[in-house]
């Protein structure tokens, strides 16, 4: 839930790192099922977004009026799902006039101070209280690092709730380049664009399953979910050092010829980015 808004970082020295809101460039609603409609793309979340945070303006001026928005939401907007049991909340809109940031309409900062999180599925506590699994998983220096790599809330969003990806992203840096580079260094522009080219194969990975009931590493069967392998004897090879990774895209191969080709995309992309690395720290 893409509560909590707005105490943003503090800076390198904070020892708390801010995932959902973490600066004005960007923020996550994934945990308020932002991705979960049948059609998540960017186009049709944004426009969804738009819509529904115009509604709200023009027409919610306190609790009173909530009911009247949701019903709203819910009879213009296309309500499919990917998958039934996970909730995608109707309050989840654009914080900023510039469509940068997403978030929880009913969150105080949004209202002068009003609260009005207790009409959510949820309810406020949990709205209010939850962190998801990358606050644990991801480190500190993996989270500032993505801070700064990535500005757009669509990717951010889908890139800092796939744990899997970021850590290997960083583990297969930092054995390459025998270190974990400082956050601060992807404020270089050269080395920045290396790593987002990276992450953005998070959406456009050319082995991506269309699988109705896939999500990155995850696929459900109604009301469970199961973690996804790839079968790589099938495929007549090994199985991938990059499998991990592989999972996080969402992939499926058709033969060991793929599996060669995705190896060699990602091993390319880590390399340019290790390569950048390694010129900054050589010039300093
Ligand atoms: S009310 Fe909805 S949008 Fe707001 S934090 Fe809760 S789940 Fe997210
Ligand atoms: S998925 Fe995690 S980072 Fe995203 S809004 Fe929820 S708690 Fe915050």
Known sequence: MARKPLSLNDGPESPFVHLCQPDPSKSCGACCGLYNYADSGREALAARLRNRTRLFRETVRGPEDLPRFSEAVKAREDGRKRYEVIHCCEYVGFLDGQ?????????????????????????????????????????????????????????????????????????????????????????????????????????AWPYRSEAANRFGKYSFDGTDYFIDSIDYGALGCEKSRFDRIFLSLQSAFKDREDVRKAEETIRQHIEDVVDRYKELVDFH
């Not at 009003?114 to 309810?123: A, E, K, N, P, T």
């Not at 209280?129 to 700064?148: D, M, N, Q, T, W």
Request: with cysteine; aromatic share 12%; charged share 30%.
């Open 99 to 203: 469509e940068k940031t997403v978030g929880c309409l009913l969150h105080p900062m949004q209202n002068a101070g009003l609260d009005m999180r207790d009409v959510s599925f949820y309810g406020r506590e949990l709205c209010d209280g939850h962190f998801c699994p990358s606050y644990s998983y991801i480190s500190r220096a993996e989270k500032l690092a993505v801070l700064e790599i990535l500005d757009d809330w669509y990717l951010y969003g889908a890139c800092i709730t796939d744990i899997d990806l970021v850590k290997e992203f960083f583990r297969l840096v930092s054995e390459a380049a025998g270190e974990m580079p400082a956050p601060s260094r992807f404020r270089d522009p050269a080395l920045r664009e290396a790593a987002r080219r990276f992450f953005g194969l998070k959406l």
